[in-house]
């Protein structure tokens, strides 16, 4: 892969890339191709091939791009889930990227892996230390909660923090399918009382 060197070459690089994510949450990686990707770009095949080597390239690329937005999109959700306010912040979040999105996209990460996991170890990785990081994050806050006294003493926080990851995957996918909100809202305020229900 060849690293553009120029504004120009950033930003065609970048758009490349934008648009086969789109292409990608409506059809599929594998059920796009090369010549719609170029198309919906705006972008010659030339180009293409200059900063990607192939289309398992670019599907690796868009895939890291989309970790890296996401996890800066939370990133000042995930310093404060020590506390109840946190955790509500999280679902109001949530729910508001699902309706922005018009419950079209869901989790473009979890869609992504969940199509190529089992053919591309890098994708199936990359994304294992995307929950990974989310997980820690959720870790990290509810273990400050337990130690000032606000969760029982025998919280499992690993296990809780896994189930957190589960119920917003889970409330993304359901969305992306019903067209809807409800049942997502429905699962994370169901989560919040659970996680409530371990108050010390």
């Known amino acids: 892969m060849n690293?553009?060197?120029?504004?120009k070459g950033c930003e065609t690089r970048e758009r490349i890339m934008v648009c086969a994510a789109r292409l990608f949450a409506r059809q599929g990686a594998r059920g796009t191709s090369i010549d719609e990707?170029?198309?919906?770009?705006?972008?010659?095949?030339?180009?293409?091939?200059?900063?990607?080597?192939?289309?398992?390239?670019?599907?690796?690329?868009?895939?890291?791009?989309?970790?890296?937005?996401?996890?800066a999109l939370h990133s000042v959700i995930f310093e404060q889930l020590d506390s109840w306010e946190g955790f509500e912040l999280l679902n109001d979040t949530v729910l508001h990227l699902l309706e922005s999105q018009r419950f079209q996209d869901g989790c473009p990460i979890g869609s992504l892996a969940s199509e190529l996991a089992t053919s591309d170890e890098l994708v199936r990785m990359d994304t294992e230390q995307y929950f990974d990081r989310k997980k820690a994050a959720i870790v990290r806050g509810l273990t400050?909660?337990?130690?000032?006294?606000?969760?029982?003493?025998?919280?499992?926080?690993?296990?809780?923090?896994?189930?957190?990851?589960?119920?917003?995957?889970?409330?993304?996918?359901?969305?992306?399918?019903?067209?809807?909100?409800?049942?997502?809202?429905?699962?994370?305020?169901?989560?919040?009382?659970?996680?409530?229900?371990?108050r010390s």
Not at 3 to 7: H, Y
Not at 54 to 64: G, N, P, T, W, Y
Not at 183 to 192: D, G, I, K, P
């Open 37 to 71: 990707i170029l198309t919906e770009s705006g972008t010659g095949k030339s180009q293409f091939y200059h900063y990607f080597r192939d289309k398992d390239e670019l599907i690796r690329s868009v895939h890291a791009m989309q970790i890296e937005r996401m996890l």
């Open 144 to 198: 400050a909660m337990k130690l000032r006294g606000e969760l029982r003493p025998d919280t499992d926080v690993q296990g809780l923090a896994d189930f957190v990851v589960v119920v917003l995957q889970g409330a993304k996918l359901l969305s992306k399918v019903r067209r809807s909100a409800d049942c997502a809202q429905a699962s994370l305020r169901h989560m919040l009382l659970y996680l409530q229900s371990h």
């Open 3 to 7: 690293r553009p060197t120029t504004r």
